[in-house]
T-cell receptor, first 114, second 114 residues
Framework: GESVGLHLPTLSVQEGDNSIINCAYSNSASDYFIWYKQESGKGPQFIID?????DKRQGQRVTVLLNKTVKHLSLQIAATQPGDSAVYFC?????????????FGKGTKLSVKP | ETGVTQTPRHLVMGMTNKKSLKCEQH?????MYWYKQSAKKPLELMFVYNFKEQTENNSVPSRFSPECPNSSHLFLHLHTLQPEDSALYLCASSPQDRPNSPLHFGNGTRLTVT
């Protein structure tokens, strides 16, 4: 069956450095990919998404990279700030699916050291 | 403010109690969802409502009973729960139940079953 895995359950970075959070998936039919951020005591918050017809998409201080050949997804955060401390989830959906078919990873906890 | 409001934020109940979780979205969305978030596990989809119609019941035990009276409100009725049902219950909404309509989550209800 479908599976989504994160390379590291925790990541600690120095304030101002760049952060990279990685996600691997198993199903080649995965078509739509999303990153969510969940701060302590809050629900997940949408950060950025990407379709399979793209390999890179940029937002404000964040970049998502998709490598369909090796089924790998990454989230890059530039100039990491203390407010970026949170758990980051990747989620994916197969072609023709719906939000109800989203498959989530377990999450990577990002800690930012001042 | 996420636009999706969940009440109560915390709930402690005994196994013989009956309680309800409430979710309200102020975003004009047409799809609403219940998710369960347990420690060290990926988010688990429980129910999907699209235009007030339940479109997915992800093999959830009958002790969880959803209700969607309109597109803005969603309830989760709980009765005779088990201690393993203790978790964070997240409500989410999206414009429609399809890709490119990212989920907007509430901050959840932290449920403890004693």
């Amino acid at each position: 069956g479908e599976s989504v895995g994160l390379h590291l359950p925790t990541l600690s970075v120095q304030e101002g450095d760049n952060s990279i959070i990685n996600c691997a998936y198993s199903n080649s039919a995965s078509d739509y990919f999303i990153w969510y951020k969940q701060e302590s005591g809050k629900g997940p918050q949408f950060i950025i998404d990407i379709r399979s017809n793209m390999d890179k998409r940029q937002g404000q201080r964040v970049t998502v990279l998709l490598n369909k050949t090796v089924k790998h997804l990454s989230l890059q955060i530039a100039a990491t700030q203390p407010g970026d401390s949170a758990v980051y989830f990747c989620a994916l959906m197969n072609y023709g699916g719906s939000q109800g078919n989203l498959i989530f990873g377990k999450g990577t906890k990002l800690s930012v050291k001042p | 403010e996420t636009g999706v409001t969940q009440t109560p934020r915390h709930l402690v109940m005994g196994m013989t109690n009956k309680k309800s979780l409430k979710c309200e979205q102020h975003l004009g969305h047409n799809a609403m969802y219940w998710y369960k978030q347990s420690a060290k596990k990926p988010l688990e989809l429980m129910f999907v409502y699209n235009f007030k119609e339940q479109t997915e019941n992800n093999s959830v035990p009958s002790r969880f009973s959803p209700e969607c009276p309109n597109s803005s409100h969603l309830f989760l009725h709980l009765h005779t729960l088990q201690p393993e049902d203790s978790a964070l219950y997240l409500c989410a909404s999206s414009p429609q139940d399809r890709p490119n309509s990212p989920l907007h989550f509430g901050n959840g209800t932290r449920l403890t079953v004693t």
